[in-house]
Every structure is written in C-alpha cells, then in structure tokens.
C-alpha cells in the first residue's frame, strides 16, 4: 500500500469527499522536494516558494498566515479510498462514499428561474435492475457543470434518499479520481478531507499540506501545551493528516486533545487559584434570620437542599469570597437554597441581589420571595426594564433584598453595601454581563445557579474554577407525571383528553415550537393554534403567551393563569424557565421533535409542580428515528443528569455545549468532551504543574503564555 510517511496496518474507516479542481497538476509522492528546503513552522506563507499568489490570498483570506496555521488545519474526517461502499440499492440511513463513473450530466430547469444541475453515476460492475445507479444532483449551483462532466471517474460522499423511485443524493460532497494516479496521496489509501477553503480545491489543500509536513522543521512544530515529551509532535501532525489507519488518526487527534483541555484546565486552575487569593469579607456569622425561616417552613427541607446550605454557609464564614454553582434539576428546591443564602448576608448588614434572565423569572422569583420572607419583615424590590417596586414604603428603609433582570447593571439600581450576588440560569446572561452586576459589589460572594442538568465531564470543563453543589432530590409533594409519546395523534383525542383534565379544575401549556406561521416549514404556530383552541375548549379560556409580546403583556397573561383566569395556555418555549403554577398539571407539546432534549426536559419542569399527577404528552409524526429515540430518553426517565448524558451521546458534546456555554464555542475537540479520562488526566497535570510553580515563574515559565495569550481553546472567561 502507498505510504506517506510511517506504516501501520489499515482498519476500518470515515468516509468523505469534495469539490476538486480537474486542471491542477498530478502529484505523485515522488514529487518530494530535495532535503536541505527547510523552513520553520513560523515562515510567513508569502515567502514559500511551492505555493501560487493566487492560493496565497485564498490561505489568507481564511486567516491562514503561517505554515503551523495551515497544519493546525486538520481534517474534518476521513475517507478509506482502498474500498468503497457498495451502491445500494435503497435510501440509507446515513451518509455513504462510493466511486463511480459519471454516465450522463445535464443542467435541468425547475420553476421559473430554477436550475439543478444532475450527474448519474454507476458503479464498476454496473449493478441490476439499476441498482447500481445514484443521481446527485446540486441545486442553483450552475458552476458544478465545470467541475463535473460525463466520463469522470468520482469519489461521492453523501445520504442516499429514494425521489420518486429514484435514488439520489443532494448536494453530495465530491472529487474527480484520476487515472494516472500513482502512489498517491489521493487514492488508494486513507485520504484526509478538509474543511473548504475559497479558491483552494480540497485535492490541492491536501498537496499544500503534505508538501509542508515534507519540508518543515520539526522542532519548530514545539508548543509550550505540549506535554508529551516522550513522542514527536512533528509525527503527530503526520499521523493525523496522513494516517496509515484510522486508529493511528484518532491517537494522534486525541493527542492534541489533550493538549487544548490541558491549556484549557490550567487555565481554570490558575483563574481558581487567583480567586481564592482574594480577600473577602465574613459573613453568615448571624444565622437568626435564618433559623426563623427554618420555623416558618410548613415542610421539611430535602437533605440535599440543607447539605447544600450548610456548604454555602462554610464559604461565606471564610474571609475570601465564595464562587459556588448550584445545580439542581428542575423542581430540586433551588430557590429555598438561595433564599437561605440571601438572609444570611442580610443578617450580616448587607445587600443581597438576585439576577434572572427573562423578566417572567424575575416576577415569579419576586412573588416567592414576597411570600416566604415577608412575614420575616424582609424588605424586598423589583427591578425590571418595565417594573420598579418593593414590598415596602421608602422610610422603612432600603431594599435588603433586590430582584431583577439586565436592569440590575444599569445606573438607575444602586447598591448601598452589595455583599452577595445570585444568578441565576447563569449560562443565559454573558460573562460581562454577570462581571458587571457583580463589580457592583465589593468583592461579593457569588452563587449561580443552573436548572439545566450538565455532564459531570462538561461540569469539569465548564465549571471547572467554581465549588460544585448538587441538588440530587425533589422535595416532597410533588405530583408523579406521566410522559407519553403519541406519533401521529388524532386532534380530536387531544382535544377530549385536555377537556377531560380541564373539567377536573386542572390547567393545561399547549406548546409550540414557533409563534407565527413559516413559509419554510410545515409546522403549525402557536398563533394559529391559538384561534383553533379557542373553539375546540368552547366555554374554557384560553390564553396565548410568546417572546414577540411586550413585557406588561406576558406579565398580564401569566397572572391571569396563575390565578386560574385561564384554563389553557397556548405557548412558545417562553414558558421554558422557572414558571411555578402548582395547578397546572398538563402539557402537550406539538412538533416534540424539533425541540431539544433538555428543552423538553426543561417544560416538563413546568408541571407537577403542585401535588396533583402531572400529564407531559409528546407529539409527533414519527418520521425522523432520531428524533423520536431522543423522545423516548423522556418517556423513560425524569431524572434530569440521565437525561444530560443522553443528550450528549445522542446530539455529541458541540451541540450540548452549544446550549450550556457559548464561551466554549472556540474548542477545536468537542467530540473528545465525552473522554472522562482524558479529561481527568488535563486536569491532573494542570493541577500538578501549578502546584510545582504555583505562579508559573520557574520551572513552568513556559506555560505563562497559555495564561497571558489564551486565544483559542485556552480563552475560557471566569464565570465570575
């Protein structure tokens, strides 16, 4: 078998393909250049002499300036070229590469001003009854009739889908082979496949690189984050764009993996160990507030609620400042904790604020904290974008407690002595946002709080600078709900089942995904549904809320429902965080498949909430398998981590981090997030190195810059 570099034995395989340019130049791996052209990993590309003025800008213009930053542009996959998979002779479930001839092309109109441009490609042994046939077709892309002709022999990557008998593929991913290619890097063994870069065809991208990995230095290719001293770097970056075999790709990838979280945890443990050499204040030293709380409780607090309270009570007692997350499913009692939290530092002569992300949050918080401390004599305000109001007249004094959303970073809301700040969903708000309210104070305890259940690798990542207290137990009295999964339902079934529940002096959420009607999508609205349930309930009121209303007027419909007014509320995911209306024990959820598991998980919060048996009934086509196994995780378990673990191996770590920590957005190895031992193992040598050199100025000095130039995975923002 051709070799690039190094041998191993060759297993199984990813697949891929792309766009190429038919004009280029053969390359052959005998091209290599004479031994003594060498340049460093740092060379500007403008001065290299194997590329074009032309790819120069295009390298640019991607924001490639060095040789290591190309090199550090590694393949999105692979594709084993030493065999294909077979045509098939149905839809697929996923994407398949096979290689093929092209039997005919041709440019085809559809609608005015429309065109698709179609190539039917048949495999080798040219199959039976047309089973060896594929149509790839690529819609108002004019330009692939250049690039894609009849008799050209390709390499197609894509989802096979039946069209009216016929089986095609969209918009596939695709290269032209060629025949005289000999000891390749482009066929016949396992061929990386690059992100596009405008202007440079993948099949040149993929000569650039290996022309590179030819010519540069090797010690040049060093980083400060590489800890791998007993291994070549320069032979990593070998093995994860030319690999002899995809294990051999994967070790490579997971090495600098390891390398991104090991600059990622050293820079948590640096940004926790700075924290801690702060100064605080000691609080929490007066806990009769507290204990008279405790006393007016009609119920006892879940262990893991009074566990949680006495952690928090540790912190604030220590003269530095407290940094705690609270993370607790839906229902777990968080708001108790944080209450608890606020009177011991009202009783200690200071403010405390507490921040939420929707002005609907904020109210409730408000109506709950009115309800359970106000017998206490505790003065409390609101402050919303459209609201300001206390509990109390001004004479009695200024606020102790102060509940708002972004309007408490505003000049309006002034702080006499802000000793502690909550916040909460904290993911929602950005890392200015919450250093804003935060500087408000004088070096405040911090406790944030997070409903969203998180993977125990993610918490680590994310969370990795903050003391962690979970709320693992649902207070007692809550309702059981039942969740169902119902494909293709009769309206008139709903309908009689939300009836039915109404009649019991039930209230219902009808949920749905989008609040007015798409051109682009088949899905009904929440505002088309609105008029239908209307007429379907008859004498029941019906209320429409979503995220398009003014704040007076959501504010004005939660409070009819909350006190009944309203029977049945049709609803987008507005309702998604932190609504508390202990009658409302039904939600139907139209179009589940479109929403995330942790949403769905996070609706379903919404009821139950008072002791009567709660309903959660999913709604969908059936027609996307994946969508409905992730419907299924619900229907099984209301345990909101089993369901966080779930998610991430179903949707994999980018798409979960994208919903818990937009700050993460820049690491290059989310499917590696799930690696537990991996990530472990970054944080036991950040931990190590850091205790070795605590201030990184000695036998660790080269690791600062990972500190002071953090750009990339390293650039993790305080959560404080």
């Known amino acids: 078998m051709p070799s690039s570099f190094s041998g191993a034995t060759a297993t199984p395989r990813e697949f891929t393909a792309t766009p190429t340019c038919r004009n280029s130049p053969s390359y052959h791996l005998s091209n290599r250049p004479a031994s003594d052209q060498v340049f460093s990993a740092l060379t500007d590309l403008a001065t290299l002499p194997l590329l074009l003025a032309k790819e120069i800008v295009a390298l640019s213009g991607a924001g490639f300036s060095t040789a290591a930053a190309v090199l550090d542009h590694f393949p999105k996959r692979y594709e084993d070229r030493r065999r294909f998979d077979a045509f098939p002779n149905q839809a697929t479930p996923g994407a398949v590469c096979l290689r093929g001839k092209v039997i005919d092309a041709s ?100 000569e650039i690189i290996h022309l590179l990995l030819l010519q540069i230095d090797p010690e040049s290719l060093a ?14 970056f070998k093995d994860v764009h030319f690999p002899e075999s995809i294990e051999q790709a994967n070790a490579a990838r997971r090495r600098f993996a390891f390398e991104e979280f090991f600059a990622l945890q050293l820079n948590v443990v640096w940004r926790r160990a700075r924290y801690h050499e702060q100064s605080g204040r000691v609080l929490g030293k007066s806990t009769a507030y507290l204990k008279e709380f405790y006393a007016s409780l009609p119920f ?19 003269a530095r400042p407290m940094n ?89 809301v002034s702080f006499r002595d802000l000793g502690l700040v909550v916040i909460d969903e904290q993911h929602k708000f950005g890392v200015a946002q919450r250093a804003s309210l935060i500087r408000q104070g004088i070096v405040p305890d911090v406790l944030v709080m997070t409903a969203t259940p998180i993977p125990r690798t993610l918490t680590m990542t994310i ?22 999964v119902r494909i293709a339902a009769k309206q008139t079934d709903v309908t009689k089942f939300v009836k039915d529940q109404l009649a019991k ?110 309903y959660c009934i999913l709604l969908t086509d059936g027609k996307n398998p994946e969508a409905l196994e992730k419907l299924k995780v619900l229907e099984q378990t209301a345990d909101g981590f089993e369901i966080a673990e779930a998610d991430l191996r179903l949707r994999g770590p980018g798409d979960v981090l994208g919903t818990v920590q937009s700050g993460l957005s820049d690491l290059r190895f989310t499917d590696f997030l799930a ?46």
Not at 144 to 170: C, F, P, W
């Open 107 to 206: 440019l085809r109109h559809f609608g005015p001003g429309r065109r698709f441009y179609e190539a039917i490609i048949m495999d080798g042994s040219g199959g039976v009854f047309g089973s060896g046939k594929i149509t790839c077709r690529w819609f108002n892309m004019p330009f692939i009739q250049k690039l894609v002709a009849t008799g050209h022999e390709v390499s197609v990557y894509g989802k096979v889908k039946d069209a009216n008998g016929r089986l095609v593929i969209d918009h596939p991913e695709f290269e032209i082979l060629r025949d005289d290619e000999k000891e390749s890097i482009h066929i016949e063994r396992i061929v990386p496949i690059y992100k596009n870069i405008s202007g440079i065809s993948q099949r040149r991208l993929r």
């Open 223 to 236: 980083s400060a984050s590489d800890i791998h001293r007993d291994s070549s770097r320069a032979q990593a």
């Open 300 to 318: 006892d607090l879940t262990g893991a609620q009074k566990r949680s309270i006495k952690e928090v009570l540790a912190d604030m007692r220590v």
């Open 324 to 412: 705690r997350l609270l993370q607790g499913d839906v229902g777990s009692g968080k708001t108790f904790v944080a209450m608890a939290a606020m009177l011991l530092a009202i009783d200690s002569g200071c403010q405390a604020a507490l921040m939420a992300p929707t002005q609907i949050l904020a109210e409730q918080h408000y109506l709950t904290f009115h309800r359970w401390l106000e017998p206490l004599g505790i003065r409390i305000a609101l402050r919303t974008g459209n609201r300001d109001e206390g509990n109390h007249l001004e004479m009695a004094g200024e606020p102790q407690i102060i509940i708002g959303t972004h309007a408490l970073l505003y000049d309006s």
């Open 463 to 484: 969370y990795g600078d903050l003391d962690v207290s979970i709320l693992d137990e649902k207070p007692p009295g809550r309702g059981k709900i039942v969740t169902a």
């Open 505 to 614: 002096g039930r209230q219902a959420y009808l949920v749905y995904p989008l609040v007015e009607e798409s051109e682009t999508l088949k899905v009904e609205s929440a505002t088309e549904a609105f008029e239908k349930w209307k007429k379907r309930l008859g004498s029941h009121e019906v209320g429409l809320i979503h995220g398009k209303l003014k704040p007076e007027e959501k504010e004005a419909v939660m409070r009819c429902f909350r006190e009944g007014e309203i029977a049945a509320l049709v609803s987008t995911t507005v309702i998604e965080v932190g609504v508390d209306v202990p009658n409302a024990s039904v939600m139907i959820v139209h179009h589940a498949e479109r929403f995330g598991l942790a949403q769905l998980h996070q609706l379903r919060g919404r009821i139950g909430r008072g002791g009567h048996k709660g």
């Open 675 to 720: 690696d537990t031992v991996l990530l472990r193992e970054a944080r036991a040598k950040a931990d190590k190195m850091l205790e070795e050199d605590p201030r990184l100025d000695g036998i660790h000095r080269g690791l600062k810059p990972l500190i002071q130039n953090t750009g990339g995975a390293a650039e993790l923002p305080s959560t404080a």
